[in-house]
């Protein structure tokens, strides 16, 4: 968490990684500029232990021959295969892809290396980071590190780069092990989690006792993350919305001059294949008024294969009432237009009415969202209340239109705005019974 030191700690680490003289330490940032602080706070700490820094190769060389170098990630995940080092230290490790943490992890290695070979990953809480699904385990409802898991031991193993859990190594080998020699083609893995807090860090706290105040003055979401540690509170730094935009009101509009659901789709289930994590098919009802404000009603998402999701699209049609048109994506290429002619017939057959998104699907989803981020910010969007706000607000104010975000909803939002946005609409106006106005025709 922020303030908590866990940056200058791991730089300490490595100090006593490199009492083995076979030791190759490598501190690891997204990108070279990234590197600078890192590489300032080493020269306070590592001189003191006989290190000689090497400017142009961004490495310590200690007395014994040990040495902890600084690189950047690669673009290209090839270039690691030439890497061969005892441990990594990756910081700010939620900013990279599993990809690559999976790629350096296959890097250690040493052939007169003493100690044990580790990789040592810092970072501040992040809701759609991978890290989530290594620490899990240790949160609560609110996605706070619980007491009493700190250092708890898991075991792991990576099959077809997919990360698999257990709690002990018999459970991990008894689920994933499939026939291999222990200890020899099958060597399960270990991770422990360690949480901090800035009042971990006596230093700070002794040289800026005011610090977590400021964290305080924070909005609610940044002190659940930054000072409490949650891993679920989402950032809006960079959305496109944020919920201070949205009116919650009790009612829709009486007679709205148009409805539609919008839906964003998706035909899978969690299991074992997709690490029990896939998206959802999501479903966005919402109104237009006489006065250009939109009401989004109600949202439903579930998580089913391709006859699930027909049924459900057909269930919530008919909830709606068969005049509301339910408002389909067309993905790109001929496998989309196949899928739409596919769902479009099924449903008319069961009497629910669709019509196809007319926002090229193959535009970017930032751009699809973005015409309803403008009248959101323009305060022309309720939410009327009901269960579902809680969910859809923790999405769309996080939406960025970054890779790897969960989207169902929010795509399901742009779909229906789009439909009910192409309708114009003329507010009606009388002439007050006082009114006039000169003729244009002159008097003779």
Not at 384 to 389: D, E, H, K, Y
């Amino acid at each position: 968490m922020a303030g908590s030191g866990k940056s200058f700690l791991s730089l300490l680490k490595a100090v006593k990684l490199v009492e083995d003289p076979a030791a190759k330490v490598m501190v690891l940032r997204l990108s070279y500029p990234m590197l600078k602080d890192l590489i300032s706070a080493s020269k306070q700490i590592y001189p003191h232990f006989g290190g000689i820094y090497k400017a142009q190769q961004r490495t310590w060389v200690f007395k014994n021959g040990a040495e902890i170098d600084f690189k950047a990630m690669p673009k290209d995940l090839l270039e690691v295969q030439g890497w061969e080092r005892t441990t990594y230290i990756v910081d700010e490790a939620a900013e990279f892809k599993l990809e690559d943490i999976l790629a350096i992890f296959s890097r250690l290695r040493s052939a007169t290396y003493k100690g044990k070979m580790s990789m040592l990953l810092t970072c501040n809480p992040n809701k759609t980071s991978y890290l989530l699904d290594f620490v899990q385990f240790a949160l609560d409802a609110e996605g706070i590190p619980l007491p009493g898991t700190e250092n708890k031991i898991r075991y792991f193993c990576v099959q077809n780069s997919r990360v698999k859990w257990a709690d002990t190594e018999e459970e991990l080998y008894t689920k994933y092990g499939n026939g291999l020699k222990l200890g020899v083609e099958f060597v399960p893995m270990k991770f422990k989690f360690t949480p901090m807090l800035c009042y971990d860090n006596k230093v700070l706290m002794k040289a800026d006792p005011g610090y977590p105040g400021r964290l305080l003055s924070q909005p609610r979401v940044n002190q659940l993350r930054l000072l409490y540690g949650s891993w679920y509170a989402a950032v809006h730094g960079s959305s496109m919305v944020t919920e201070d935009m949205f009116e919650i009101v009790d009612f829709a509009p009486i007679n709205p001059i148009s409805k539609v659901r919008g839906w964003d789709l998706a035909a899978s289930i969690p299991n074992e294949a997709n690490n029990f994590k896939c998206d959802h098919t999501a479903g966005v009802l919402m109104s237009k008024d006489a006065f250009g404000n939109f009401y989004i009603e109600d949202v439903v998402r579930f998580q089913k294969q391709i006859d699930g999701v027909l049924k459900g699209i057909k269930d919530t049609a008919w909830s709606d009432g068969l005049d509301i048109m339910q408002i389909l994506p067309k993905d790109p290429g001929q496998a989309g237009v196949v899928a739409n002619k596919f769902y479009t017939t099924w449903l008319a057959e069961h009497g629910v009415s669709t019509r196809t998104d007319g926002v090229s699907a193959t535009a970017n989803k930032a751009t699809r969202f973005g015409p309803f981020a403008s009248v959101a910010a323009n305060k022309s969007v309720k939410l009327v209340n009901g269960p579902w706000i809680r969910e859809w607000l923790d999405e769309v104010c996080f939406f960025s239109g970054a890779r790897g975000e969960t989207d169902d909803q929010a795509d399901a939002t742009s779909t229906a705005f789009n439909q009910l946005s192409r309708q114009c609409v003329i507010p009606v106006f009388s002439i007050p019974s006082n009114f006039t106005q000169p003729s244009p025709i002159p008097t003779i």
